[in-house]
């Protein structure tokens, strides 16, 4: 059973850092797309920032270019979220989903929850405070 299991999120002030972290358990071929969501309260989900399992081609939001990172450890089937400079609006709950097996992340600087993402996890929430 695949599973992705979020940690790391929490409380902080403006201009400070987190980072997230998602395991992926139970899945064992082909390579595909690991994505990062998040939520706002009375918003849609959005993507925030999508990597591919194979190769390291990264696509971010443009809100939060230049300030979040996203990588893969293949070896701990883990992926992270570095959020740095985090400002009040990046409030959320954050999701991590995989879109497995896939052959390419969303293009362009916006996507919401395709189809093509077929496992998620539960969500976690990250507070900046002003």
């Known amino acids: 059973q695949v599973q992705l299991t979020e940690s790391g999120g929490g409380s902080v002030h403006a201009g400070g850092s987190m980072r997230l972290s998602c395991v992926l358990s139970g899945y064992t071929s082909g390579s595909g797309c690991m994505s990062w969501f998040r939520q706002a309260a009375g918003k849609e989900r959005e993507g925030v920032a999508s990597?591919?399992?194979?190769?390291?081609?990264?696509v971010y939001a443009n809100s939060v270019k230049g300030r979040f990172t996203i990588s893969l450890d293949n070896a701990k089937n883990t992926m992270y979220l570095q959020m740095n400079n985090l400002k009040p609006e990046d409030t959320a709950m954050y999701y991590c989903a995989a879109a497995l097996p896939w052959p390419s992340c969303p293009r362009g600087e916006t996507w919401g929850p395709s189809t093509e993402f077929n496992y998620w996890g539960q969500g976690i929430q990250v507070t900046v405070s002003s």
């Open positions: 990597i591919k399992t194979d190769v390291p081609n990264t």
